[in-house]
């Protein structure tokens, strides 16, 4: 489930299935790929340098009040409305950064304009959580995947 605030005061409520899951996060991870302007032969260490560097960016300047309060937002609005399947995902490189969007049936649900940085934390907030039910979704590429990023040098 994916609570989506629109800035107009809007949340809706979208729902992934596992099987979509799963190629969000291997599509994100291959888009960050292929928008790289990094060496081929060094792409997946910087990608996986970007990604920490998105992540622990999100963690020195989010307050622990900051989130305390989105905590106790979502879970006033968690069940208030519709639960929308979404059905499809578009995600659009520009040069400022990206769009994402979630698709339904008829006509997209949610749409966001994203930074690289961004992008990252999106990946991983989505990894994340399908980690946490137990989705078990393989990942296509090394430095996404905890196990085969760590390495030891004896």
Known sequence: MVLFDDQSGNIKTLALTRRLTGRIVNALAQVLKKSSNAPSEMQDDIILLEHQVALQDRQSSASSQASGERL??????????????????????????????????????????????????????????????????????SWLN?????ITVN
Do not use: C
Not at 93 to 102: L, M
Not at 146 to 150: C, Q, R, W
């Open 72 to 141: 106790v937002k979502s879970k006033q609005v968690l069940g208030a409305g519709p639960v929308h399947l979404v059905h499809a995902v578009q995600i659009v490189s520009k040069t400022e950064g990206f769009v994402f969007v979630f698709l339904g049936p008829q006509h997209p649900l949610a749409t966001m304009n994203l930074s690289r940085k961004d992008l990252h934390r999106l990946l991983e907030a989505i990894s994340l959580y399908a980690h946490k039910v137990d989705w078990d979704i393989p990942v296509d590429v």
């Open 146 to 150: 905890p196990d085969l990023s760590k």
